[in-house]
């Protein structure tokens, strides 16, 4: 999964969501999941789509971390 694309476009979701990502120790609404799998499905082009299962919540997570770790040094 090491192939990504971030765009512009994806660089600003990234940003704007980037309160979720960095705090993986919480509940997330259904329409906050469906913004981190979109999200994750426009950068590393996969089909995900939420499922009830935290570990991969989590997984999705952290691979959108290491994406806004890339635009975003030390985070």
């Avoid at 979701?13 to 990502?21: H, R, T, W």
């Avoid at 329409?31 to 570990?55: H, M, T, V």
């Amino acid at each position: 999964m090491a192939q990504f694309n971030i765009d512009d476009q994806a660089k600003q979701a990234l940003l704007e969501l980037k309160p979720l990502i960095q705090h993986q120790n919480r509940a997330y609404s259904s329409i906050e999941q469906d913004k981190i799998y979109a999200l994750f499905n426009r950068i590393y082009s996969q089909k995900k789509s939420p499922n009830g299962c935290g570990s991969c919540l989590r997984s999705t997570l952290t691979s959108l971390k290491k994406a806004l770790a890339i635009i975003e040094p030390g985070v």
